[in-house]
């Protein structure tokens, strides 16, 4: 046991002398590099004193020239070489911290190794590097680039699905043809009215002509298919003979195909006088996104059916939900009465009783049917609130229907002109603020004045012509 122990702190003695001396060829080593690097710098500076020297002295020999040129170069040449070994013994900690500094050590410990040695592993470490970071020589000809298909990850109960996107099963977007059908564009009003076969020129045409200019669509809905009215209308056959589920043919057919183009929908029969503008004006002024079963209540102020003969105005929200319970609503359809199936089915589908007001707008209309118009209009047009009606029911023959329009034109331009006397009051009395003062409005009021140019360069040319010449200053 003695005997082994001195063995083993023999062996441990060694060991620890070996790593001393590999320590301390180290640090020669270094010394080494100091010293050359020293002697370096003294022959830079012999060099730097023979240039100037050189640029000093201009009589020099050409022998002694010839000298200086060939020491110059071997300077340079041997400056170059021990630029590696300079830069390594600057920091000498760097050299043992890399993967082959355990065999320079093992050599360092048998004496084995020589400076060319430590240069060229130097050298080869550098190269090393240098492979190892450039992966892929993106400048050769023959790298191809490789594309990867992206993947989706799902995650479903806890198991992980990857699947592969493939442009083979992607579903084709199927785009509308017209943008306003992509971004919900609609138009404002359309208009059905339910009509017969002998009033297509009569009736229907007048409120064709009369209301074209004003709403967006007119429908006129029939009982059978015929051949002989205005091609100017729109005529929609509906093969039905009972009278009583003619409104449902219709809600349905507007339900299915005009939903999407329309957002007010007004249902009226052909003997009502309808006062375009008003109607266009009225409608501009109420929301669309509210569920909206408008007109004039039935019977009573408290009914909860609008009464067709003056009209109805029904929102898009309103016929979606009527479209679900049309089956229902053709089911329970006992009346003979419109009005009444009609109620009866919106009340079912959309819960909404008849209102006559929206956005502080009312709804007014007038319904006589003892009205004569010659000798009741004298009163009426002293009634603000029938000046402001929207429409009149019943109206049983052309000829009143020729005279109520051109009364509530002749009121319409009555209001025009008001309003264009209130307004040019106004101009007149905000005038005395501006800096031109009260006396220099121009006329009419409210009309921009005449350019007035201020140099002979701003005068505008004229130029006189007709459809077959044009004319020179001259003629």
Avoid at 130 to 150: C, F, H, N, W
Avoid at 192 to 200: D, G, P, Q, R
Avoid at 236 to 253: M, S
Avoid at 389 to 405: G, I, S, Y
Wanted: a positive charge; aromatic letters at 12%.
């Amino acid at each position: 046991m003695v005997r082994y122990g001195r063995k083993h702190r023999r062996a441990v003695h060694l060991n620890t002398n070996r790593h001393l001396s590999t320590k301390t060829g180290g640090i020669h080593l270094c010394k080494y590099f100091s010293t050359i690097r020293s002697k370096l710098a003294r022959l830079m500076r012999y060099k730097f004193s023979l240039i100037s020297l050189l640029f000093h002295r201009s009589r020099l020999k050409s022998r002694y020239i010839l000298s200086i040129l060939v020491g110059l170069s071997l300077g340079f040449t041997l400056s170059l070489a021990c630029l590696p070994m300079i830069s390594v013994c600057d920091n000498p900690l760097l050299l043992f911290s890399e993967p082959f500094s355990s065999s320079l050590n093992n050599q360092l410990s048998n004496e084995t190794f020589s400076l060319r040695d430590t240069i060229d592993r130097i050298l080869n470490r550098h190269a090393r590097s240098v492979a190892d970071v450039t992966l892929v020589d993106y400048g050769s000809k023959d790298y191809e680039p490789r594309i990867v298909q992206p993947s989706m990850e799902k995650n479903l109960n806890n198991q992980s699905l990857s699947t592969t996107i493939q442009s083979s099963n992607t579903p084709k977007v199927t785009r509308p043809r017209y943008i306003a059908d992509e971004l919900g564009i609609r138009e404002k009003i359309l208009v059905a009215v339910i009509t017969e076969t002998n009033h297509l020129n009569t009736f229907a045409f007048f409120l064709n002509q009369t209301l074209q200019n004003y709403v967006n669509r007119l429908l006129f809905f029939i009982d059978e298919d015929v051949q002989d009215f205005p091609k100017s209308m729109e005529v929609v056959a509906i093969h039905d003979k009972r009278a009583y589920l003619k409104p449902f043919y219709i809600l349905k057919y507007l339900a299915e195909k005009m939903i999407k183009s329309y957002d007010w929908f007004v249902l009226v029969p052909d003997n009502t006088y309808i006062r375009g503008f008003k109607l266009n004006e009225f409608l501009n002024h109420i929301s669309i996104s509210q569920d909206l079963y408008m007109g004039q209540p039935f019977d009573d102020v408290h009914a909860v059916y609008c009464y067709f003969g003056s009209g109805i105005i029904l929102s898009g929200t309103i016929l979606r939900k009527v479209l679900d319970e049309i089956d229902w609503c053709t089911n329970n359809a006992y009346s003979q009465d419109l009005t009444d199936n009609i109620g009866r089915c919106i009340l079912k589908a959309a819960k909404s009783p008849c209102v006559n007001t929206a956005s502080n707008y009312k709804f007014t209309a007038y319904v006589n049917y003892r009205f004569e118009f010659d000798t009741d209009i004298d009163k009426l047009s002293k009634n603000e609130e029938f000046n402001q009606t929207l429409t009149v029911h019943p109206v049983n023959d052309l000829e009143t229907m020729l005279k109520l329009q051109k009364y509530f034109n002749q009121v319409e331009i009555d209001e025009m002109t008001r309003s264009i006397s209130k307004y040019e009051e106004t101009i007149e009395n905000l005038s005395c603020y501006a800096p031109e003062g009260c006396g220099n409005i121009p006329w009419p009021v409210g009309v921009p004045p005449p350019f007035k140019p201020t140099s002979r360069f701003d005068v505008l040319r004229w130029d006189y012509f007709n459809e077959t010449h044009i004319y020179l200053k001259t003629d």
